[in-house]
């Protein structure tokens, strides 16, 4: 192959160098940019509609051509004599010759876990710096464009780094480690495996010291950024310092690391340290070594739940596959539990599967811990979940807080004690209170909230008094130093004495420490003024918190007075009786569980009617906002905005179709909030909710709202799956009727979508074209991103390779402008599929790796790479790779109940057994997927086409015809779930150990 007329160096500062080794300039940052984008590009070249869009976004469509015209002409004079070598341009597109162009990039990419090390040593080699480094762009779209690939660039980098590193700890290598360890820190701090493999370099020199300092930079680097300690691998490194050098000089496992989850944990970053913990956090973590289930019990307000944080917080790095918190506070529907679970984890239900099926299938071969957080009442279901999980992965292990035990079996309880307080306060001196770990509590507590508090002869016995009073429960110790900024220390344990006698009197029959804080919520409620006793009681009604805003709307009204409802808020803040979570746009306050169960009970006791009403109310004009704000909001901003109020949403849809309730209002809340259910893939609960809905419907109800209904029964991206044809042309027909423009586009692609196979394409295009007519008029949205792609899909479909690329290249260019991450993704996947529908085979893989490695896409759509991938990879050769690719995205698709994804990877799983000699298995499994598209609700595209072909004609070279149909006949009479575990048997015929 000739040698390539221009090397592009992309990463670090820019640089362009002819294969004669002159430099050329272009001095124009925006003809550099042009380069860098087609060299990235699968296939090197684009259109030039995108490049219009790109790189002026904020001019009209004829000024961009204009522009880009221009910036050709420049560029082709500082080519020179190698402009016709180089660049291919016509009036619809501007490529690079095939080979003429190389970049640094080009190598970094293509590298995979399992590249020689030389391959990989070359690799890391290219990464000079940041992707354009020193380049700066007004355009919004263009400079977007250059932050997202610079931070995608850097990941691959770091991953490429991990892999060297990784081989030459398998290798022994372990000085050579050192400058690429090195390096590896400098690009990214947080990179514990560059870390790691410094450590063990200065341990195979002899230079323990130095190691053991490095491990001191890693933990105070880790504890800094990200409040985490070094993981078990890491620590363990720090021993060996006083071990024999020569164990490092084994192997080291070496991970596939490229389908790991990006996150490690989604604990709450807590405001305050845990005081006084220790003992009780060692004893917890060395009941997690021995037990699998371990409950935390206590009363209310005991600290079970930070308990469980901060031990969670120690084990980080623990776990291969993360830690997560999963809170039942605010779920009042017990068979919700599932779903809980499952939004924890980001795993999607769908269809008509249990949630906790979904669950199960996507933990079965995970490692992690889960921590169910105020199971007490869900404590039947909390349970069931518990046995479950623990029968159906072997790898998970539970931290559980409730009041009581879940009573499962191998279940070890360990009840969380009250803080220590001395029995004796009245002469008590500061040295020794402040042995005690209640008094260690109030004093931190105290100096953060009063200026000049310090624990002194003067204040000592009554801080103390007050811990013994309060039985050491750390809530009980928040309420009182609550109070402080009202009265001194001495008065409030005076007043805490005298209240204490009057109201333990009348509970002598409930539990001490149950007493002690209803004794303590009954004080502190007392203390309150009259107006902010009501609005305690009020703020019952959130069950997901509330904001300034919420609140004024949904809980004002005399004698809570909107324009103190700030400074009402503040004042319960202040006395601990509310929290409030700074880390989100908006401030959001929250009663803490116990506190809210209270301030219910008081509400009745009052006999007040509750907000839900209002609240449900509130909630539709919200989510009224959020529909019309959704097509063009970057998504990643529109979640910020609206999934705090999921618990809210779903506590007020529970209430308004239930018997007190108002369907009126639950019908037209469950129209409006459907995109949240989507965004979140919560497919379950949307389709109970948007069933429910229609059952509630109305005569009088307004077309807009059922249409929504019938929207939520249908998918974007599912093309060829007929079943939901039927919603689509329902909501075609209401969104007519009711002037709805926008919706009408999105309903007719959905409709063409439903409808669009390899047989059906002429069946489809009239709806996509109708709706690209609807929609283009509006400007760049979600619905128009959609339409353009599947109008894409429907050329590739019909054999227009170079149609396809320019629609699904405008559909790319859209989701860019508006922010939309998951269309992004979708759009990646797609010119995957056209590079591997022309015969670019690597460039598929690579483009599908890049979308996979990336973080724009969501569990269905990695479930749906994977596939792909499998099929390229088997195309290409390389049968290992796609056994472990489509394994993957059989798991990720069983967890999701996605039954064509559970066919499409198991046809290539079918291949894989046959090419490995199980033609039998693989005839079954061939058996099962015909049966399945033989009822018309799904077909096979170019990549399972592709894969099926190869896998009839090898069964008919390997099975005689008699033997080959009385399997497929076999196969045919699988369930899912037997087809399922019969692939899963062939994935593991080539996968790593």
């Given at each position: 192959?000739?040698?390539?007329?221009?090397?592009?160096?992309?990463?670090?500062?820019?640089?362009a160098?002819?294969?004669?080794?002159?430099?050329?300039?272009?001095?124009?940052?925006?003809?550099?940019?042009l380069l860098?984008?087609?060299?990235?590009?699968?296939?090197?070249?684009?259109?030039?509609?995108?490049?219009?869009?790109?790189?002026?976004?904020?001019?009209?469509?004829?000024?961009?051509?204009?522009?880009?015209?221009?910036?050709?002409?420049?560029?082709?004079?500082?080519?020179?004599?190698?402009a016709?070598?180089?660049?291919?341009?016509?009036?619809?597109?501007?490529?690079?010759?095939?080979?003429?162009?190389?970049?640094?990039?080009?190598?970094?990419?293509?590298?995979?876990p399992d590249?020689?090390?030389?391959?990989?040593?070359?690799?890391?080699?290219?990464?000079?710096?940041?992707?354009?480094?020193?380049?700066?762009?007004?355009?919004?779209?263009?400079?977007?464009?250059?932050?997202?690939?610079?931070?995608?660039?850097?990941?691959?980098?770091?991953?490429?780094?991990?892999?060297?590193?990784?081989?030459?700890?398998?290798?022994g290598?372990?000085?050579e480690?050192?400058?690429?360890?090195?390096?590896?820190?400098?690009?990214?701090?947080?990179?514990?495996?560059?870390?790691?493999?410094?450590?063990?370099?200065?341990?195979?020199?002899?230079?323990?010291?130095?190691?053991?300092?490095?491990?001191?930079?890693?933990?105070?680097?880790?504890?800094?950024e990200?409040?985490?300690?070094?993981?078990?691998?890491?620590?363990?490194?720090?021993?060996?310092?006083?071990?024999?050098?020569?164990?490092?000089?084994?192997?080291?496992?070496?991970?596939?690391?490229?389908?790991?989850?990006?996150?490690?944990?989604?604990?709450?970053?807590?405001?305050?340290?845990?005081?006084?913990?220790?003992?009780?956090?060692?004893?917890?973590?060395?009941?997690?070594?021995?037990?699998?289930?371990?409950?935390?019990t206590?009363?209310?307000?005991?600290?079970?739940?930070?308990?469980?944080?901060?031990?969670?917080?120690?084990?980080?790095?623990?776990?291969?596959?993360?830690?997560?918190?999963?809170?039942?506070?605010?779920?009042?529907d017990?068979?919700?539990?599932?779903?809980?679970?499952?939004?924890?984890?980001?795993?999607?239900?769908?269809?008509?599967?249990?949630?906790?099926?979904?669950?199960?299938?996507?933990?079965?071969?995970?490692?992690?811990?889960?921590?169910?957080?105020?199971?007490?009442?869900?404590?039947?279901?909390?349970?069931?979940?518990?046995?479950?999980?623990?029968?159906?992965?072997?790898?998970?292990?539970?931290?559980?807080?409730?009041?009581?035990?879940?009573?499962?079996?191998g279940?070890?309880?360990?009840r969380?004690?009250?803080l220590?307080?001395?029995?004796?306060?009245?002469?008590?001196?500061?040295?020794?209170?402040?042995?005690?770990?209640?008094?260690?509590?109030?004093?931190?507590?105290?100096?953060?909230?009063?200026?000049?508090?310090?624990?002194?002869?003067?204040?000592?016995?009554?801080?103390?008094?007050?811990?013994?009073?309060?039985?050491?429960?750390?809530?009980?110790?928040?309420?009182?130093?609550?109070?402080?900024?009202?009265?001194?220390?001495d008065?409030?344990?005076?007043?805490?004495?005298?209240?204490?006698?009057?109201?333990?009197g009348?509970?002598?029959?409930?539990?001490?420490?149950?007493?002690?804080?209803?004794?303590?919520?009954?004080?502190?409620?007392?203390?309150?003024?009259?107006?902010?006793?009501?609005?305690?009681?009020?703020?019952?009604?959130?069950?997901?918190?509330?904001?300034?805003?919420?609140?004024?709307?949904?809980?004002?009204?005399?004698?809570?007075?909107?324009h103190?409802?700030?400074?009402?808020?503040?004042?319960?803040?202040?006395k601990?009786?509310?929290?409030?979570?700074?880390?989100?746009?908006?401030?959001?306050?929250?009663?803490?569980?116990?506190?809210?169960?209270?301030?219910?009970?008081?509400?009745r006791?009052?006999?007040?009617?509750?907000?839900?009403?209002?609240?449900?109310?509130?909630?539709?004009?919200?989510?009224?906002?959020?529909?019309?704000?959704?097509?063009?909001?970057?998504?990643?901003?529109?979640?910020?905005?609206?999934?705090?109020?999921?618990?809210?949403?779903?506590?007020?849809?529970?209430?308004?179709?239930?018997?007190?309730?108002?369907?009126?209002?639950?019908?037209?809340?469950?129209?409006?909030?459907?995109?949240?259910?989507?965004?979140?893939?919560?497919?379950?609960e949307?389709?109970?909710?948007?069933?429910?809905?229609?059952?509630?419907?109305?005569?009088?109800?307004?077309?807009?709202?059922?249409?929504?209904?019938?929207?939520?029964?249908?998918s974007?991206?599912?093309?060829?799956?007929?079943?939901?044809?039927?919603?689509?042309?329902?909501?075609?027909?209401?969104?007519?009727?009711?002037?709805?423009?926008?919706?009408?586009?999105?309903?007719?692609?959905?409709?063409?979508?439903a409808?669009?196979?390899?047989?059906?394409?002429?069946?489809?295009?009239?709806?996509?074209?109708?709706?690209?007519?609807?929609?283009?008029?509006?400007?760049p949205?979600?619905?128009?991103?959609?339409?353009?792609?599947?109008?894409?899909?429907?050329?590739?479909?019909?054999?227009?390779?170079?149609?396809?690329?320019?629609?699904?290249?405008?559909?790319?260019?859209?989701?860019?402008?508006?922010?939309?991450?998951?269309?992004?993704?979708?759009?990646?996947?797609?010119?995957?599929?056209?590079?591997?529908?022309?015969?670019?085979?690597?460039?598929?893989i690579?483009?599908?790796?890049?979308?996979?490695?990336?973080?724009?896409?969501?569990?269905?759509?990695?479930?749906?790479?994977?596939?792909?991938?499998a099929?390229?990879?088997?195309?290409?050769?390389?049968?290992?790779?796609?056994?472990?690719?489509?394994?993957?995205?059989?798991?990720?698709?069983?967890?999701?109940?996605?039954?064509?994804?559970?066919?499409?990877?198991?046809?290539?799983?079918?291949?894989?057994?046959?090419?490995?000699?199980?033609?039998?298995?693989?005839?079954?499994?061939?058996?099962?997927?015909?049966?399945?598209?033989?009822?018309?609700?799904?077909?096979?595209?170019?990549?399972?086409?592709?894969?099926?072909?190869?896998?009839?004609?090898?069964?008919?070279?390997?099975?005689?015809?008699?033997?080959?149909?009385?399997?497929?006949?076999?196969?045919?009479?699988?369930?899912?779930?037997?087809?399922?575990?019969?692939?899963?048997?062939?994935?593991?015929?080539?996968?790593?150990?």
């Amino acid at each position: 192959m000739d040698a390539p007329h221009l090397y592009l160096r992309l990463l670090g500062p820019f640089e362009a160098r002819a294969n004669d080794g002159r430099r050329l300039a272009f001095k124009l940052k925006r003809a550099r940019i042009l380069l860098a984008w087609l060299a990235l590009r699968r296939g090197q070249s684009g259109s030039r509609e995108e490049i219009g869009a790109l790189l002026w976004s904020e001019r009209s469509e004829a000024q961009a051509h204009q522009s880009l015209r221009q910036t050709l002409a420049v560029s082709r004079v500082e080519l020179a004599e190698l402009a016709d070598k180089i660049l291919g341009i016509d009036r619809e597109t501007v490529a690079f010759t095939p080979g003429a162009v190389q970049s640094d990039v080009g190598l970094l990419v293509r590298c995979t876990p399992d590249s020689p090390v030389e391959e990989l040593e070359r690799a890391v080699g290219q990464y000079g710096g940041e992707f354009l480094e020193g380049i700066s762009i007004h355009d919004p779209l263009a400079q977007e464009w250059l932050q997202g690939r610079r931070a995608e660039l850097r990941a691959i980098a770091t991953k490429r780094f991990e892999w060297l590193l990784s081989a030459y700890a398998q290798a022994g290598r372990h000085a050579e480690a050192e400058p690429v360890a090195t390096r590896l820190i400098e690009i990214d701090p947080l990179a514990e495996e560059g870390h790691r493999a410094l450590i063990r370099a200065l341990l195979a020199g002899g230079k323990r010291a130095m190691a053991v300092r490095q491990y001191q930079r890693c933990r105070a680097i880790l504890a800094r950024e990200l409040s985490v300690e070094p993981s078990a691998e890491t620590k363990a490194l720090l021993r060996m310092a006083a071990e024999p050098v020569a164990e490092l000089g084994g192997p080291a496992p070496f991970l596939h690391e490229q389908f790991r989850p990006h996150r490690a944990h989604n604990l709450p970053r807590q405001m305050n340290a845990l005081v006084g913990r220790d003992t009780a956090v060692g004893e917890v973590l060395d009941r997690l070594r021995r037990y699998r289930l371990v409950t935390l019990t206590g009363p209310g307000g005991a600290g079970k739940t930070r308990l469980a944080i901060d031990t969670g917080f120690r084990l980080v790095g623990s776990y291969a596959d993360g830690i997560w918190l999963v809170e039942f506070a605010s779920i009042a529907d017990p068979q919700l539990v599932g779903e809980a679970l499952c939004g924890a984890l980001g795993v999607p239900v769908a269809g008509d599967r249990p949630a906790v099926e979904s669950a199960i299938a996507y933990l079965a071969q995970k490692e992690a811990l889960l921590i169910f957080d105020n199971c007490e009442h869900l404590v039947a279901n909390s349970a069931r979940l518990a046995e479950a999980l623990l029968r159906n992965c072997p790898s998970i292990a539970i931290l559980a807080t409730s009041r009581e035990s879940l009573s499962v079996g191998g279940e070890s309880l360990y009840r969380v004690p009250r803080l220590a307080f001395p029995a004796d306060t009245e002469v008590i001196t500061p040295d020794a209170a402040i042995d005690y770990s209640a008094v260690q509590l109030f004093v931190e507590r105290a100096a953060a909230t009063i200026d000049g508090f310090v624990l002194d002869a003067s204040t000592a016995p009554a801080v103390a008094s007050i811990c013994r009073q309060v039985d050491g429960i750390p809530l009980a110790i928040e309420l009182a130093v609550g109070r402080l900024k009202m009265m001194r220390p001495d008065w409030l344990a005076a007043n805490l004495s005298e209240s204490f006698l009057t109201l333990r009197g009348a509970a002598q029959a409930t539990p001490p420490h149950h007493r002690t804080l209803q004794t303590m919520l009954d004080w502190s409620y007392d203390l309150l003024p009259p107006v902010e006793q009501t609005l305690l009681r009020r703020l019952s009604v959130f069950a997901g918190g509330c904001t300034l805003t919420s609140a004024a709307r949904v809980i004002g009204g005399s004698p809570v007075g909107e324009h103190d409802m700030f400074d009402l808020l503040s004042s319960l803040v202040e006395k601990s009786l509310l929290t409030a979570d700074l880390s989100e746009a908006e401030p959001r306050y929250r009663l803490l569980e116990t506190t809210r169960r209270y301030a219910m009970d008081k509400q009745r006791e009052k006999g007040e009617p509750g907000r839900q009403r209002q609240l449900a109310e509130y909630l539709i004009h919200r989510f009224a906002d959020a529909g019309e704000s959704w097509p063009a909001t970057p998504t990643v901003t529109w979640l910020a905005r609206y999934e705090p109020e999921l618990d809210n949403l779903r506590a007020s849809l529970e209430w308004a179709f239930g018997s007190d309730g108002d369907a009126v209002l639950g019908v037209e809340l469950a129209g409006h909030s459907m995109r949240l259910w989507d965004e979140l893939s919560l497919f379950r609960e949307r389709k109970r909710w948007t069933e429910t809905a229609m059952a509630h419907r109305q005569a009088d109800t307004p077309p807009a709202i059922v249409g929504r209904l019938c929207l939520a029964r249908t998918s974007n991206s599912a093309h060829g799956d007929q079943s939901g044809f039927s919603y689509a042309d329902q909501a075609v027909q209401l969104f007519r009727t009711s002037g709805r423009a926008l919706d009408l586009g999105e309903a007719l692609a959905r409709a063409g979508a439903a409808l669009l196979t390899p047989q059906t394409i002429a069946k489809s295009l009239p709806y996509l074209d109708d709706a690209l007519a609807a929609l283009e008029p509006m400007g760049p949205t979600k619905p128009l991103a959609n339409c353009l792609r599947s109008k894409g899909v429907a050329a590739y479909l019909g054999g227009d390779f170079s149609a396809a690329r320019t629609l699904i290249g405008r559909s790319m260019a859209v989701c860019r402008s508006v922010g939309d991450s998951r269309g992004t993704a979708s759009a990646q996947i797609a010119l995957a599929e056209l590079d591997f529908g022309a015969g670019k085979v690597e460039d598929a893989i690579d483009g599908v790796r890049l979308m996979l490695e990336g973080r724009d896409h969501n569990r269905r759509q990695a479930t749906l790479g994977l596939a792909n991938l499998a099929s390229y990879l088997l195309a290409a050769g390389n049968v290992e790779q796609a056994a472990q690719a489509a394994f993957e995205s059989l798991r990720e698709a069983r967890a999701l109940g996605w039954s064509g994804a559970i066919v499409r990877a198991g046809e290539h799983l079918a291949l894989v057994a046959t090419l490995s000699g199980d033609a039998d298995l693989g005839a079954r499994l061939l058996g099962f997927s015909s049966a399945f598209y033989a009822r018309g609700t799904a077909s096979r595209e170019l990549t399972e086409q592709v894969t099926h072909q190869r896998l009839s004609d090898e069964l008919a070279r390997r099975l005689t015809p008699y033997r080959l149909n009385a399997l497929l006949e076999e196969g045919a009479t699988l369930t899912e779930l037997q087809a399922a575990e019969a692939a899963s048997q062939a994935g593991r015929m080539l996968r790593p150990v």
